[in-house]
Every structure is written in C-alpha cells, then in structure tokens.
C-alpha cells in the first residue's frame, strides 16, 4: 500500500508545519514585547491547555471589552455624542422649536460652552431628540451611514477607522481560542451594533450597552419596534456587571477597559472562580493619539491607577506596549 | 510525481464519501417525513447555498425558540412555577409567617385550589419569595440542582429530560448550518440558563427571558450580583421582540412557539427582509404527551391557529410529525 505510506507522510508534514508555524507567527504582531503581552499570551495559553490547573472549558471563556477609549477613540469628546451634534444639525429645519431651545440653539449657533454648561441634562435631551423617534432599522441606518462616511478632524479618518490595531489583534486571538468577546459599554448599545460585525468583527448580540426603551407597534402596516425617548438601562459602572448578568449570565475570565468606569467589571471578573486576566489601556501616547487620565473629561483613570498597584490589575501603556496604534497606520 | 497523484485521488475520495454522507443521513430522524419537516429542510437549504436568491450570510442566522412547550413540557403546570412551590416548601422553616400569610399557606397546606385563586398576584408573591434575596450564583445553583434532581410525577422522568428529542435535532441541525440558536421565552431568563448548556447546547448568553432587577453589591466582602423582588422585564406577548431587539439587535430569520403569547415574535420574524421560517408546535398527542390548545390555562393556542390558515405560519402536529417525543424514548 505505497498510497497509504504517502498519505502517513504527508499529515506528519502537515503536522510538523502547523506546530512549527504556530510557535514562529505572533499572534499579536503590534503589540511590543514585554510583561503586558507575555501575561496576556500566558493567560490565553493556560486557561485553553487541557490538563493545565487553569484550564477553562470553552463556553465559558467569555472576554468583555469597553468600547471608547478600550477599542476605540474617545478623546476629546465621545464619538456618538458627535454622531448625536452632527443629527441636530441635519434634523434642525424640521424643528424650529430649536432656534430658541437650549441646549439645541447654543449647538446649531456653534456655541459649544453653554452646550457644555447644559451638562448631563442638556446631553440627555440631545441624545433623546437624536436617537429615539424612529425604528430600529431607521436608526441603525442613521448610525451605520455616519461612522462609515464621517471623518474626525484631527485623525482625518472615518469614525469607524479609528479602532486599536492591537486590540483587533487581540479580538482575533482571542476568538481563535475559543473565546466569545463581548462590547461592554455606557454607550448606546444600537450605535455601537451599526458597526460592530464590520470594524470589530463581534456580532450585534454580544453586544451590551446602554439603551432606550423600545415599544413593539404598527407603522405604516408593519410591525416595529419604535425607539421612545425613555431611558431603559445606563450600562456604566455599577451597571456593567448587572448588564454582563442580565446578557450573559455568568462573570468574564478576561475583561479590558480604559476608565474608572470600567472599575466594577473588573473587579466582577477578577473574582470569578479560577483564572482570570483585567487589563486597562492607559492613554500615554500625546503624538500618536492622546494623554489623559485622571483628571479628564471623558475616560477618567484616577482610581483604577491607583489600585492597580495592589490588586492584579494590569495597566497596558498606550506608547510602550502598543507598536501601532491604528490600521491605517500598518505597513 | 507519483505522490500528489495518490493525494489528489484522495482528496477526490473524501470529496464524494462526504457528498454521498450528507445525502444519506437524514439530520431530523425524529421528524416524520411530510410537508413540515420538508419545508425546514428546502428553507435550511435555501438560506445557506451560496448563489441562491434567498442566500443569508451566516451572522445574520438568527433562530428563536421559545421554551415552555416549545422546547420542553409545559403542561399542566410551567417547570419553573413547580420549582418556586417546591422552594417554598424548603424554605418554610425560615418563613413561621407563611404558616398564615396566604397563598402561601394554602401551598404549604397543599390546597391548591386556593393557590389558583390568588391568580397572578399570588404567583408573583411565590416566585419573588424564591427567585430573589440571594446572589446570583447561589439562585443558579438551586434551580439547577432542581432541575436534574427533580422527577416529573406524571412521566417518572427528571424535569431536565422532559425535552422535546426532535427539537434537539433542529437545534443541531441549524446550529450545523451556521444558525445561532436563541431561546426567547416568558420564563425567568437565570432559572432556563441554568441548564440550556446542558439540556440543549445553547449558551447562557443566548438565552432571553423575563428577569427581576439584580443590584452590584459586597456580599461577605465579596462583589456580588444580588436578585432583589422587582420586576425587571417581562419578555412575553409583545415583549418578545423587544427582548430580541434589546438582546440580539437585529431580526430572527426563523422563529419556533407554541401558544398565542409567541405571535408577537412569529410576525416580527415573518416580517425581516428576505426569507424566514416561522412554526408553533400544537400539542395534539394525548398518548404520548398531552393535548390541549384553545381552551388550555397554559400554552392557549387560539387566534395562532386561527391566523396560520392564512399567514404563512406552520403548524407543526406534535402527533403527525414527531416520531419520536422524548430523548429517554429513541430506541
């Protein structure tokens, strides 16, 4: 049976190839060497290595990312709140209410200090005026069309380009050991799901976010679900863990976040039986993208940095540990 | 080269044992053959061959079921309801105030007459006295060890075994097509997620159901999930497809019930761009399981039935199409 003798020959080739292959590619190439990446590499090693004391069956390695300033930027300002100044412009002839409404006239008079005055309630009422009113699929149309056609001005790229290379890398390389990766964010769940299969390849129901409440109804014959200015869930800080509950149902083994409001995920996932890994981005890089901590406006880092100095918590710095920073930055 | 030859000739052979497999195995073996089981398999067919018209990408492979007598016995009482009795039975001795505070008296006293006539109010009180008050792992860990300890006195078989076998094999069968499978159900989204890895393959993250409100809080200095007695969501009648939204963020292409409360989720379904799928289950097998549907206090299929004859809605007859009811009853 020379046939058979061929065959045997050409698996072992196989896999001598796949063994030699996969000790030689990095997984995550644009991460720069050092403790961070090794812990990570480590981490993902022992928890899928049958045997391993650490070892974790696959329906529960479950990975929970926050979404601005985690995997994409958030600085200086959140980027569906400028998805939300961009609508009231576009909505402003159909309201002329809002030539004399606060916060709507001080934004469409390009005054963006009393916007900012308005605070928590003036942003409210923005978002609510922008994002309910209309169906499901209306929105997530509205969304989609403006991350993938609307350049930030400082990168001069589209919003849905300004994703972390090493954290695409770190998605892939997770998913390719059988994890399942979740978005974990204060941001509106609909938004960030216009894009979510697309720029991060995480599909729209692993997905967790804050959200509007929605009413099942007729329009124009159809059913619909029709989004109505009430809020129905803030998915930040205390509430991430109830939202990680709520959707998944049981703790992540791995969660990454950037800000003090990604405190109490991490510590629901560091106390998780077994093997766990927490990670922060630290945002240190003012020439590649920006640097700020603890006393900024959006993504504060303040406690967090400070107790991850006693609790295991790793602190990933954005100008050490990341060799790139965007996609579009690759060679 | 004689050993590419032999290679290639190999490759051809797996090629066609492969081919010759798929055609002979029969992935729904406790489906009768007939136009229900028929319809499910062109629709499968249909949605994954790349080139046809009606041709869905795989994250868009979204099927819904809903549990209680979709997927398990639902009759003459909901799992879950007979599990917050037996609970109150256990925790009685913590609870000497139930001794005269109705309707738990009357269940501690069997009389369950006067249980019925507290209606929703008093089932509401049963289920918050046992579903809340403790973490989240604790909850889960006594309705699981409910569930496979636990024996149904009519079938003599354990409440977790009472699945339906040819709904196992659907399951399979769109999860083998690139479907992911959801169940969307009224039941309390901890109590099914406490077994639908085992009993049905499916992840507690893809699980939806109605849930009470959980808070984030330091239990024995622990940072703990608490259930606490309020109403979060009722994922049921027009609920559903809220919850679907909420959860899964876009349209399901094939949906599965079994009473009028799953309409709402059957039209939503119906109504996504491109084909879809959409079947009750209508109980009718007095012998081997029970049959009831108009007129019955649990699983009432009224104007579902009614609308079928006309909507492009499948009525599946658990006595025509099921060879085959129970896992515990293959051969």
Redesign the interface.
């Known amino acids: 049976m020379?046939?058979l003798k061929?065959?045997r020959?050409?698996f072992v080739l196989l896999l001598l190839t796949n063994t030699l292959f996969a000790q030689t590619t990095d997984p995550l190439p644009s991460w720069n060497e050092g403790a961070v990446k090794s812990k990570i590499i480590e981490f993902v090693h022992k928890v899928t290595t049958k045997g391993d004391p650490d070892y974790v069956v696959p329906?529960k390695r479950?990975a929970t990312f926050d979404n601005d300033g985690t995997l994409w930027v958030e600085y200086p300002m959140y980027t569906q709140v400028l998805f939300a100044f961009d609508r009231v412009k576009e909505l402003a002839p159909l309201h002329p209410e809002w030539k004399t409404k606060q916060p709507f006239k001080a934004l469409l008079e390009g005054d963006m200090k009393t916007v900012g005055k308005s605070g928590m309630k003036g942003l409210v009422e923005i978002i609510m005026a922008t994002h309910s009113g209309m169906t499901?699929d209306a929105f997530n149309a509205q969304s989609a069309k403006w991350l993938k056609t609307t350049q930030n001005p400082h990168f001069k790229h589209l919003y849905k380009e300004l994703v972390y290379q090493p954290q695409l890398e770190l998605l892939n390389y997770l998913r390719a050991n059988g994890f399942?990766t979740?978005i974990v964010s204060g941001g509106g769940?609909?938004f960030m799901?216009s894009v979510s299969?697309e720029v991060y390849g995480i599909?729209?129901?692993?997905?967790i976010g804050s959200?509007i409440v929605?009413?099942?109804k007729k329009v124009e014959g159809?059913?619909e679900?029709v989004r109505v200015p009430k809020i129905?869930f803030i998915n930040d800080e205390?509430?991430k863990?109830?939202g990680i509950?709520?959707?998944?149902?049981?703790r992540p083994i791995f969660a990454f976040g950037n800000s003090d409001h990604d405190i109490?995920m991490i510590?629901?996932t560091k106390?998780t039986k077994g093997l766990s890994l927490a990670l922060f981005v630290h945002h240190t890089d003012s020439s590649r993208e920006f640097a700020y901590d603890r006393k900024s406006h959006v993504g504060k880092l303040d406690k967090a940095l400070d107790r991850a100095k006693t609790e295991d918590w790793i602190i990933v710095d954005m100008k050490k540990d990341w060799k790139t920073i965007f996609p579009f930055n690759l060679k």
């Not at 599909?203 to 997905?207: D, L, R």
């Not at 509950?245 to 049981?250: S, V």
Request: hydrophobic share 30%.
């Open positions: 020379k046939s061929y065959l020959l050409f329906h479950i499901e399942k979740f769940v609909a799901r299969q599909p729209t129901y692993q997905v959200s929605s009413k099942y159809e059913n679900l129905n205390a509430g863990p109830v509950y709520n959707h998944i149902g049981k109490e510590e629901y106390e």
